[in-house]
């Protein structure tokens, strides 16, 4: 089969690699019909992540259709039409049992923190991800669902990841009735997280980002309102103007580690790695949220200790709420939101690659060349 292949930082190649076998009796084999990268694919491509090893395949957003199962396998059968949590989980675990699917305990040997994840670097475990023709689904019973037949191919493969993280992040804002909420990001995460805000109560929603392009699609797709952080001296006077000088009820941090917006932050952070990427973000939304506010964050950051305005979010009374998405725990409710068309995730999609292209399309997306805000990857049939 076709593979995207890691070969070091910024250096993608596909290559012929083994359809992978089925290794334990829980296990599936899907045939990718659709991909995605991911904003976190990101990080792994400049170098960012530790134990991302040459050979390893990325892609943890991919659909397809059931192409072997093991020998328990009682909820697929082969010809199914799935979607996979980019979530690798038990489903039977002491945290699994309570919903938090990314928190698994059973599928992650390498790190006691973060459970499992397709394409992710060893960190996660070490699966091989879905930018491939062929991947392999371990739990095969627990994590997969039936693609309803009325969902768009486009829309299945952005609820595997950036759309169901777009709503956790404003689950984990915990709006309130009218609140003013502020979106740090207008990737395809934070577009997300703002038209959720909306559905979760917002009276006002407001989302900065650099780049014009997705702010303009901030406003056509979420109705908030834009501020350009490289317009203003000091984004977060301009956020305090903004809301009475108190201050956002609610932020939602959809940046991650590698926030612009300050040299410092960022030489330190992405380049010298002196620390564990660019706070810039974080400090942002905990400099710009009212005192007893609330912060969902969703954007990704390494386990290294930031420059974090700690004491600050102390002092302010602040409630911090973040994970990484459990993202089947999502999934019912934001079927609904979707069939009744108040999430429109495929809105995003700006670009579509041939798998043989990927490296391009990883160029393309980590240099926001041509407007890119999301790009699926096409893995044609084996
Ligand atoms: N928690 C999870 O489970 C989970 C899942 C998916 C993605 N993520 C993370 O969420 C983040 C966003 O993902 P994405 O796919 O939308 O990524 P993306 O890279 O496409 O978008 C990030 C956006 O943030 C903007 N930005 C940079 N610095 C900023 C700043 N200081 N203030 C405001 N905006 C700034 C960039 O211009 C860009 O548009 C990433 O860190 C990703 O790793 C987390
Ligand atoms: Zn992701
Ligand atoms: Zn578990």
Known sequence: MRAMVYRGPYKIRVEEKDIPAIEHPNDAII?????????????????LMPDTRIGHTFGHEFIGVVHEVGSSVQNLSVGDRVMVPFNIFCG???????????????VNANATAVGGIYGYSHTTGGYDGGQSQFVRVPFADV???????????????????????????????????????VVLGAGPVG????????????????????????????????????????????????????????????????????????????????????????????????????????????????????????GDALNKGLTLNMNQTP???????????????????????????????IAEAYHVFSAKLDGCIKPLVLPSAA
């Open 31 to 47: 045939r990718v019909t659709l991909a995605a990268i991911c904003g976190s694919d990101l990080h792994l491509y400049h170098g």
């Open 92 to 106: 039977s675990c002491w945290y699994c049992a309570r919903g938090l699917y990314s928190n698994c305990h059973n």
């Open 143 to 181: 994590g997969p669902v039936p693609r309803p037949d009325w969902m768009h191919d486009e829309d299945a493969v952005l609820l595997t990841d950036a759309a169901a993280t777009g709503y956790f992040g404003a689950q984990l804002g915990d709006i309130a009735e009218g609140d003013t909420v």
């Open 191 to 310: 577009l997300i997280a703002a038209q959720s805000s909306w559905l979760m109560g917002a009276g006002r929603v407001i989302v900065i980002d650099q780049l014009e392009e997705r702010l303009a699609k901030a406003r056509s797709m979420a109705y908030a309102e834009t501020f350009n952080f490289t317009e203003y001296d000091d984004i977060v006077v301009e956020m305090k103007k903004q809301t009475d000088y108190l201050g956002a009820d609610v932020v939602i941090e959809a940046v991650g580690a590698e926030a612009d917006g300050s040299f410092l932050q960022h030489v330190t952070g992405t380049k010298l790695k002196l620390q564990g990427g660019s706070p810039i973000a974080l400090n942002w939304a905990i400099d710009s949220v009212r005192k007893g506010g609330t912060i969902g964050v969703v954007g990704a950051y390494g386990p290294v200790p930031n420059a974090v305005k700690f």
């Open 327 to 357: 993202v089947k725990r999502q999934w019912p409710r934001m079927f609904e939101h979707v069939r009744n068309g108040h999430l429109t995730p495929r809105e995003m999609v700006t670009h579509r690659f041939e798998l043989e292209d």
